[in-house]
């Protein structure tokens, strides 16, 4: 059974850090692209960024809400993704979805719970 | 940047009606247009990519068509399952966008 787990979420500070993890199972994660999502508070969808696989030369890319401030990474051995999050400021408030995409395409097949990352003072 | 854009926002029906909601976007993206459900406090699920095949798993009633510019999704007969908010996604090229969602309801 594929699982994405998500943690790390909470309260911070506008101008603070936080780092996101999302533990996966059930497939092989260093063939897969995964990706960021989040969802403000009562709002719709935005994609946050996404990472290739090492053999697909783990390129990445983000959002241009989040470059400069956000950074994508993962660890194959400890089949985790992270997403780095600096400079936060009020507008990330959100719940965080780590996601999968589907066999190379860019939708994703598998989503997270999801995690909350609040930012206020 | 391509902008997708769904309409109504929200809609309420009787079970067993038959659905349709819509999404456009600015310029063509040929068929990378994905569909997905979310319930009520829970992550979004995959229902439909390519803009007409089914993801596995998912029931029949479930449809979708268009290329281009033009999508729908259609629900044949709602079902009390069916309340959710439906995203539409294109996946053409960087950056992938989201519509801003349509809310079923049953009335």
């Known amino acids: 059974e594929v699982q994405l787990v998500e943690s790390g979420g909470g309260l911070v500070k506008p101008g603070g850090s936080l780092r996101l993890s999302c533990t996966v199972s059930g497939f092989t994660f260093n063939n897969a692209w995964m990706s960021w999502v989040r969802q403000a508070p009562g709002k719709g969808l935005e994609w946050v960024g996404r990472?290739?696989?090492?053999?697909?030369?783990?390129?990445?890319d983000y959002a241009a809400s989040v470059k400069g401030r956000f950074t994508i990474s993962r660890d194959d051995v400890e089949n985790t993704l992270y997403l780095q999050m600096n400079s936060l400021e009020i507008e990330d408030t959100g719940i965080y979805y780590c996601?999968?995409?589907?066999?190379?395409?860019?939708?994703?097949?598998?989503w997270g719970q999801g995690t909350l990352v609040t930012v206020s003072s | 940047d391509i902008q997708m854009t769904q309409s109504p926002s929200s809609l309420s029906a009787s079970v067993g009606d038959r659905v349709t909601v819509t999404c456009r976007a600015s310029?063509?993206?040929?068929?990378?247009l994905a569909w997905y459900q979310q319930k009520p406090g829970k992550a979004p699920k995959l229902l439909i990519y390519g803009a007409s095949t089914l993801q596995s798993g998912v029931p029949s009633r479930f449809s979708g068509s268009g290329f281009g510019t033009d999508f729908t999704l259609t629900i044949s007969s709602l079902q009390p399952e069916d309340v959710a908010t439906y995203y539409c996604?294109?996946?053409?090229?960087?950056?992938?966008?989201f519509g801003g969602g349509t809310k079923v309801e049953i009335k």
């Open positions: 996601t999968r995409y589907k066999n190379g395409n860019y939708y994703f097949d598998y």
């Open positions: 996604q294109k996946y053409d090229s960087a950056p992938l966008t």
């Open positions: 310029h063509g993206i040929s068929n990378y």
């Open positions: 990472i290739k696989s090492k053999s697909d030369a783990g390129t990445i």
